[in-house]
């Protein structure tokens, strides 16, 4: 069996895996991004091209042969949890804004000299 039908197969076991998939489909397809970025640091897999590897990342995740788990000790970070933005008091955004306004105008002044 050479390499072109091995990756036709694989490709039909993905897209059959995909179209039968539960309802977790679109966490697991951010797992498996997170799957292939990792895949990508390895040796092995850095003369692949990106989508063969997204595929192949896919095809682990979705097919049960790699778990959130071990994706997440392989990227070396522990369970997500949303970010905390701190509010800003009203006289410090009021502040914010004055400042992001002159930069604007010179960024406007710059983009008009440029296009005369």
């Known amino acids: 069996m050479t390499t072109a039908e091995i990756k036709m197969r694989e490709s039909e076991l993905l897209d059959k895996l995909i179209s039968d998939y539960g309802p977790t489909k679109y ?7 997170e799957w292939a970025r990792h895949l990508r640091g390895q040796e092995q897999y850095r003369q692949l091209p990106m989508a063969e590897m997204i595929e192949k990342a896919m095809l682990e995740v979705i097919s ?19 970010a905390k933005t701190e509010e800003k008091a009203p006289a410090e955004k009021k502040a914010g804004k004055n400042d992001d306004e002159p930069k604007k105008e010179k960024k406007e002044k710059k983009i008009k000299a440029e296009k005369e």
């Open 27 to 33: 966490q697991d397809i951010v797992w498996a991004m």
């Open 64 to 82: 049960g042969q790699v778990t959130s788990e071990q994706i997440l000790k392989a990227i070396g970070s522990g369970p997500v949890a949303p």
